[in-house]
């Protein structure tokens, strides 16, 4: 008697994915760049919402959440505590345009698998994935590599300026040239970001030097030397 049966082959089933983003045209654009490895990732839901997400997570029991940092009206981290409780076996991966040491630490700190950069390709993507069901954490290559330098330079008792407020060194560098006094506009052309992301390590830097504005913000860093 022959037959086929589940794992005689070696190959594992797809990988069940839901993808929770707050515009569509993204949750598009995740199916569309997934759909020619369907054999081995499937989109089994997609949610805009963190409440369609906790339901799509309990009714779906998906292998791994696709999510962004931050949605309308509530914080990716948030969510991914509430998959995670509803769902403990569930691989929470981020999948987001902020390239922020600090998003990382945070999404790690909330038990994420995974943080990736939203340029990946569809292959590399799947790649991170089916990595990640297998017990692996993962970070984008180039937020990773930047990272680890500034693990070595902390290890090494090199320390950025600010570095003992608590800032990250992207927040330092943001800091000196809202010191130097560019827009944020300025600012994002020379770092080569968004002008949100900017204004995203703007609001870290103000919270983490208890300070609401930019004229305060320069103010303290003139007032403890930071930059000369």
């Not at 995740?30 to 499937?42: C, E, H, N």
């Not at 963190?50 to 509530?74: E, F």
């Not at 600012?187 to 919270?207: F, Q």
Request: aromatic share 6%; proline share 4%.
């Amino acid at each position: 008697m022959t037959g086929t049966f589940p794992g005689m082959n070696g190959e594992s089933p797809p990988l069940r994915l839901v993808i929770v983003d707050d515009h569509q045209m993204v949750l598009d654009g995740i199916k569309a760049m997934l759909r020619p490895y369907a054999s081995q990732v499937t989109v089994a839901g997609e949610a805009s919402g963190a409440g369609d997400a906790i339901s799509l997570v309990t009714r779906l029991k998906p292998d791994a959440v696709l999510l962004d940092v931050r949605l309308r009206g509530t914080s990716g981290l948030d969510l991914c505590g509430d998959i995670l409780a509803v769902r403990p076996s569930c691989k929470v991966v981020f999948l987001t345009v902020y390239d922020d040491e600090q998003y990382l630490y945070q999404a790690l700190r909330v038990g994420a698998a995974g943080f990736l950069l939203k340029r990946i390709r569809g292959g590399e993507l799947v790649d991170y994935l089916l990595r990640i069901r297998d017990g692996e954490v993962l970070i984008d290559p180039s937020l990773a590599g930047r990272v680890a330098l500034s693990a070595a330079r902390l290890h090494s008792g090199e320390f950025w300026p600010g570095a003992h407020l608590g800032l990250t060194q992207r927040e330092s560098e943001v800091l000196s040239l809202l010191v130097a006094g560019l827009s944020n506009r300025a600012i994002a052309a020379k770092l080569v970001v968004s002008e949100e992301t900017v204004k995203t390590h703007s609001r870290g830097i103000y919270r983490k030097l208890g300070v609401s504005d930019r004229a305060a913000a320069v103010t303290v860093a003139l007032r403890e030397g930071l930059f000369h």
